[in-house]
């Protein structure tokens, strides 16, 4: 039978969901988008710096984010222009990881 630390320890985590929803839609979508990118990127290079570098799981997150980010367009508003700097830069770092001369 659940105790009361238990139902109230239940209440307590409905009500931190209900506020973090709260939060998250008083944010703009294209800024929520913008920092989900911009993890994509960071799985990237995650991938691309390990030894040896995890070509094919960086290429699924360049890909993913160059989805997002050639999609989206302008859409992203502000972040537009940074995200399409951190596509070129990160698929420039894959190009040169999976040359065979690295």
Known sequence: M???NTDDAA?????AVAEAR???????ASVVVTN?????FELAAIHLSAEP????DAQIAIDALGLLVDGLGERLGEHYD??????????LVYVQKSSPTQ
Not at 11 to 15: G, M, N, P, T, V
Not at 53 to 56: E, I, N, P, S, Y
């Open 22 to 28: 709260q939060r998250l839609a008083e944010v703009p």
């Open 36 to 40: 989900h990118a911009m993890g994509l």
């Open 53 to 56: 570098a995890r070509l094919a």
């Open 82 to 91: 940074t995200l399409v700097a951190a596509l070129g830069n990160i698929r």
């Open 2 to 4: 659940p105790t009361n």
């Open 11 to 15: 209440a307590d985590a409905l009500e």
